[in-house]
Every structure is written in structure tokens, then in C-alpha cells.
């Protein structure tokens, strides 16, 4: 019997590289993207395969063909995707925000993430699941947070709609909303003040690792999670 495909959006750092490395080791088969330049990761992972394609997920048409390669290479749909690929631009309050920095963080993190996760709604296999990833930060209001936030809560108004899509198919959706993460994109241009407090968000007084996240992606994409369904789950140290 073949193996499983999972197909990870935005896998080549952080959160994404784990949860690639993190569903190879459940067993997957598992397709990634990145944006132009092709990471130096390697083409098996134990005994899963490992394929990179370039993807940007602002062009329906190049999502869609992600689907279509990894059909091709793999000799199947996947039966996971992982809808990780997004950004994040520096934090301001809404009265001085930019509006083309909102445009920029609409474009790939709503339109971007509505591309990846219609696509998947339409090639994943019966039986599959989606997994979207968003923030913890969708509840707890922060000054300056409110654009980056909102753009994760249209995603996980998505992901709750497509729930209800989705279960005639026996396919599983749920969202991932971790809090602060040390990956590239939470250090870029924070103070160290900046990061002490991030992990004073957490009575355990620090953040999470991108492992920490991948293991409950990894988790919900397995047969355990088989009646977790439209959730979102919020791996955040206790964050409240």
C-alpha cells in the first residue's frame, strides 16, 4: 500500500519545516512550497519521500498547480494540507498603520490563504483532513497586533465554514492558533524587551518551538484526532 501525501504551504522554515519533518516521520509522503528560492532539504526523510515546489499562493492558478504536480510525482492527491504559508509586516496601531501594508498582509495571509485552502477543499482525498495555521493573538487584543490578527481570523472563519462543507466527504478541518513562536518571522525586529514580554504572555515564561506547534499539526493530521473537528487549537504555553 502507498503511503499517505501531505501537502505543507510554506514549508521551508519555522513552523512549516517542522511540520514537514514532523508528518515524514508519522509516515507521509510530503510535498512543500516556498516562494522562489529552493531550500537545501533532502529528497528523503526516513523512508518518506520529500519534494519542494514553488508556489505563490496570491495566483490561484499556481496553487492549483501544486495540486496537479504533486498528483503527478507523488501518483496521488494528498490526503493532508497544511495551509502555513503567510507573513507578517511590523505591528502599528490601526490609526497609523499603512494601508498598503494591510493590502500586502490581506493579499497573502486572507486572499493567499483562501486560494490555498479552496484548492484543498477540492483535491484533497475523501477522508483527508485540512489543517490551517493562524494565531492565538485572534484573542487576545494587543496594541498594534489588530491587522495581523484580523487577516488570521478571516482564515479561521474559513476554516469554520469548511467544516460544515467538508464533513459529508469525511474530510477533517481545524485550525492551529499557537501564541509566540521562535521562528525567523517573530524575531525580526523585536527588542529584546520585546521578546521578553512575548514570553511573559505565558505563566511558564517563555514561547513556544516551531517542534512544539508540528506536533500538534502532526497530531491532528493522524487517525487520534479522527473526532477533532472545525476546532481551533491553541498551542500557547497557557497564554490567556
Avoid at 8 to 31: M, P
Avoid at 120 to 149: C, E, F, W
Wanted: include cysteine; aromatic fraction near 6%.
Amino acid at each position: 500500500m502507498s503511503k499517505q501525501i501531505a501537502l505543507v504551504f510554506g514549508g521551508t522554515r519555522g513552523i512549516g519545516a517542522a511540520c514537514v519533518h514532523k508528518l515524514a516521520e508519522a509516515g507521509y509522503d510530503v510535498a512543500y512550497t516556498y516562494v522562489s528560492s529552493a531550500p537545501n532539504l533532502p529528497a528523503n526523510l526516513g523512508g518518506s519521500r520529500i519534494k519542494g515546489y514553488a508556489v505563490d499562493i496570491c495566483d490561484s492558478s499556481q496553487v492549483a498547480q501544486a495540486f496537479a504536480d504533486v498528483a503527478r510525482d507523488f501518483g496521488a492527491a494528498p490526503s493532508c494540507v497544511v495551509a502555513n504559508a503567510g507573513i507578517n509586516v511590523p505591528p502599528g496601531p490601526v490609526a497609523q498603520f499603512k494601508p498598503e501594508a494591510f493590502r500586502q498582509l490581506v493579499e497573502v495571509n486572507i486572499v493567499g490563504a483562501f486560494n490555498v485552502l479552496s484548492a484543498a477543499a477540492q483535491h484533497v482525498l475523501d477522508g483527508g483532513n485540512i489543517i490551517a495555521l493562524t494565531t492565538s493573538m485572534v484573542r487576545v487584543g494587543i496594541p498594534g497586533g489588530g491587522p495581523y490578527t484580523a487577516t488570521k481570523a478571516a482564515v479561521e472563519s474559513l476554516v469554520r465554514s469548511m467544516a460544515k462543507e467538508l464533513a459529508g466527504r469525511g474530510v477533517r478541518v481545524n485550525a492551529v492558533a499557537p501564541g509566540p513562536v521562535d521562528t525567523d518571522l517573530f524575531r525580526a525586529g523585536k527588542t529584546d524587551e520585546a521578546k521578553a514580554k512575548a514570553a511573559g504572555m505565558s505563566p511558564f515564561n517563555r514561547i513556544g518551538t516551531p517542534d512544539e506547534i508540528a506536533e500538534v499539526v502532526s497530531f491532528l493530521a493522524s487517525a487520534k484526532a479522527s473526532w477533532i473537528h472545525g476546532q481551533v487549537i491553541q498551542p500557547n504555553g497557557g497564554m490567556i
